[in-house]
């Protein structure tokens, strides 16, 4: 008696199908599970016999051998109990043959029987979809999340007994004993929370919030540098609120690294609607930070991909860690290699960072501000040159006064400055449309030469600056990138002798020629 | 070589070999004759019973400081370097530090030493100065510099070293007092200062060559800047610093302090304007101090004996200037030697003209500003004024 199942695993953030095979022959009572298992995997044998006992099915005293096909690919997770116990209810003849054609199974099984939510279940079922599947059986708790797949009937089931009784009337043609699951993506869409903080809640900060905008529009890096208590946190939140709302595409990828994190079923969330947001706190590993692990698991850059990596109080942060971020601010992926294989994890993300001007947090006010010349430097020399290269934006929130509070007019409107930055996004789309590139802040060299193109008056004036302001030939570059998003912003096709000035003015200030 | 010099290098050698802080031990020694007679005794190891009972342990270390040590080559070697020494009573050391109490016995010094016959001020101040203490001491380091004051200082950060580049920069002398041997340039930011005082002016210390700038070193130099000076001008200083050191120096030799006032809620100013308050002269631009210096000469105020125009403008070598106008002219008059940030600048614009400046525009005005050299931008979005 055989019988073929299929279920799937979770690969980094891809995912196999993978065969379940069920024999049970004659010969002495056992039951085997080969097909490089890890141990998760093989604990598998015990749940499902318990299980099927408690469903009111006594397993026979056969030999039963199951194989987890391809047998050279390694197995992690708990998705296989279900169709480990379908095989072995197939082979006993319990489940009609027929009816588990073209079926994927996945989920977890507890003791009594119930099925149990599993992660990953948005890139295993993408690819049943792509594998020409037209049914997946998962649990009930992960039907929504699988039912954004269009093109596939997802059955979500809480128990073995009602698994059986399902695929049983199936076969007699009975289609409806469960309802597929359905989920409307676009009425998700639309009812997407719209409590997420506001620009309109900051009064003041008038400059930090200017180069918030800039940053968002050309996806540039963003540094904040301010005393305790200036608001940089707050104003960091708000970054999301003015970015363009997450794609269906994006929010798919996005929700694949999240379901492969198994936080999706956690957060209760069927997909992520809103541009994901992470604020690790300055003691994280390195491998917390980019993920890793025995079979890799994705980090926060990972988890921050399309939204904003926000690390406050960056020079806090590990040398070693930070050092971490080269590779996914370069290549926007990171990999991690291991005996098994190269784990490809997308980080597309925005880094905004934010800091103390000092130790002590108040230059240039130096009236309050103890530091010496020589402390300054050495806080800003904490962060590595290769991170400060990549950041485009810089800029210095002044510590907050009573009269910003007072106020009485609040501060512009997170959806008004979105449209610009849209409008200003828009613009890139075009412009890089036939290129790899997405957004200004992606330009190289050659790059920036094509679209950053100064007029004679420009020229002039970038020249003097150039000798004036001291400023180096990366410096210079990140100037031109930053003042072609200004331009955009304003809805200009040239760069226009105020867009670089302002682009000067973000630019990564040394500490000043001191004595 | 002469007698005179052959017991220099002995003295040296004393120096060298007795470390620091040794100025009783020192005067000891003296009377127990020449710095060469202290050498021989240490030769043939009879010093410690010469000496009294507490030196026991100093003595041994002479003992031992004999051993393979080349007085004559290692002196020589010295003076090859360019490094001179002068002992007090000798000819060339200066009179007035030679006056004060505890005067240094020995100074050394490259490039030269401050002429007895001209006035010198010690310009001196804050490390850790503001724009206005910045633009402060180049204005009275260039003016002192072209009226052929001579320009002491300790060659520190902030106000010392601008003050003293400015002195050189305006074709004056300058001398920096160093709290580290001559052979050492401390702080190194300040190298180019250094090697500019080895041609166009001069370092000292009381120190060997070699002695590594150590926090306990830098107190007793100061009573050797105010030493060198007839008068002490006091650019920024905390209500507790370090500068107050030398102005105490100074009021115990004798010496005239002045200060530059500054508001009354600087940290910056506190000390300055505490010195006025104790009787300090108050000085806001160096003509004053010249006239001050020139009535302490002649005695009769009003008159001024002092060469060249003063009042030429100070040139900045790497700014150009060209014409501002407009939004320029309105910001320039919004801003402050104290760094102020957009947002308040956009505030006081607004209250003065009645009308509001967008974020780009003040970028560019401002930037327009600093490359112009009338502003300069500190930390990111801090702007300061750069120019009276």
Known sequence: ??????????????????????????????????????????????????????????????????????????????????????????????????????????????????????????????????????????????????????????????SIAETIAYLQALAEGDEGLIEPAQTDVRSLWERRPEQAPDFADISGQETVKRAIEVAAAGFHHLL?????????????????????????????????????????????????TERPFLNPHHTITGQALAGGGRVPVPGIVSLSHRGILFLDELPEFKRETLDILRQPLEDKVVQIARSSGVYVFPADFMLVGAMNPCPCGYYPDMARCHCT??????????ISGPILDRIDICVEAAPLRFQDLEKEHVGESSARIRERVLRARQRQAQRFMDLPLRFNADM???????????????????????????????????????????????????????????????????????? | MTKQEREKAYIHWLYQAAGMGNRAF?????????????????????????????????????????????????????????????????????????????????????????????????????????????????????????????????????????????????????MGVLGCGVDLCYPQENRGLYERLLTQGGVCSEYPPGTAPRAMLFPPRNRIISGLCDAVLVLEAKERSGTLITVDMALEQGREV???????????????????RQGAGLVTTPEELLEDLQA??????????????????????????????????????????????????????????????GIPQLCHTLVQLCADGYAGQIGGSYYLKKRN
Request: glycine share 10%; with cysteine; aromatic share 6%.
């Open chain 1, 1 to 158: 008696m055989f019988s073929a199942i299929i279920s799937g695993t979770v690969c980094g953030i891809g995912s196999h199908l993978v065969q379940v095979e069920v024999d049970l022959s004659k010969g002495l009572p056992c039951f085997q599970m080969v097909g490089l298992l890890s141990s998760e995997v093989r604990e598998a044998r015990e749940r499902v016999r318990v299980a099927l006992k408690n469903s009111g099915i006594t397993l026979p005293p056969m030999c039963i051998n199951v194989n987890l096909s391809p047998a050279d690919l390694r197995k992690e997770g708990t998705v296989f109990d279900l169709p480990v116990a379908v095989g072995i209810l197939t082979c006993l003849g319990r489940i009609p043959k027929e009816s588990i054609a073209g079926t994927i199974f996945l989920g977890e099984l507890g003791l009594n029987g119930e099925v149990k939510p599993v992660r990953g279940i948005l890139p295993i079922v993408t690819r049943a979809k792509e594998s020409g599947m037209h049914r997946c059986i998962l649990p009930r708790d992960n039907a929504p999340e699988g039912a954004v797949v269009d093109g596939i009937e997802v059955i979500g089931v809480v």
């Open chain 2, 258 to 276: 002045y200060a530059v006032p500054g508001r009354a809620t600087d940290a910056l100013s506190a000390g300055c304007n505490k010195l006025i």
């Open chain 2, 26 to 174: 020192l005067r000891d020694l003296e009377q127990a004759g020449t710095a060469r007679s202290v050498y021989e005794m240490a030769a043939r190891g009879v010093l410690a019973d010469k000496l009294h009972e507490r030196y026991r342990k100093k003595a041994e270390r002479l003992h031992n400081a004999v051993k393979d040590y080349d007085v004559i080559g290692r002196y020589e070697e010295m003076t090859a370097r360019g490094i001179s020494m002068v002992t007090l009573g000798e000819a060339g050391y200066p009179k007035r530090l030679a006056a004060i109490h505890d005067a240094p016995y020995v100074l050394y010094y490259a490039g030269s030493l401050p002429e007895d016959g001209r006035r010198s001020v010690a310009v001196i101040g804050a490390r850790n100065c503001t724009e206005y203490g910045r633009v402060m001491a180049e204005t009275f380091g260039t003016i002192l510099a072209r009226a052929g004051i001579l320009v002491i200082s300790g060659m520190a950060r902030g106000i010392d070293g601008i003050g003293q580049n400015a002195a050189l920069r305006a074709g004056g002398y300058s």
């Open chain 1, 224 to 272: 904040m540098i301010g005393p305790p208590g200036s608001g940089k946190t707050m104003l960091a939140k708000r970054i999301p609120s003015i970015l363009p709302p997450l794609s269906l595409q994006e929010s798919l990828e996005v929700s694949t690294i999240y379901s492969v994190s198994g936080l999706l079923h956690t957060a209760r969330e069927i997909l992520i």
């Open chain 1, 373 to 382: 010349p020589y402390e300054v430097k050495r806080y800003l020399g904490r």
């Open chain 2, 296 to 357: 302490q000469l002649t005695g009769t105020p009003g008159q001024t004996f002092f060469a060249g125009q003063l009042s030429l403008p100070i040139e900045d070598t790497c700014m150009e200037t060209t014409q501002i106008q407009g939004k320029g002219m309105e910001l320039l008059g919004l801003l402050d030697f104290q760094p102020r940030s957009m947002e308040t600048l956009q505030e006081a614009y607004r209250n003065a003209y009645g009308r509001a400046i």
């Open chain 1, 444 to 515: 190289g060299a050659a790059d920036v030469e094509r679209f950053c193109g100064l007029g004679r008056g420009e020229r002039t004036y970038m020249e003097r600056m150039f000798r004036v302001m001291h400023l180096s030939a990366r410096g210079y570059h990140r100037i031109l990138k930053v003042a072609r998003t200004i331009a955009d912003l304003a809805g200009e096709d040239v760069i226009r002798e105020e867009h670089l000035a302002e682009a000067i003015c973000y630019r990564q200030m040394n500490i000043r020629e001191a004595g």
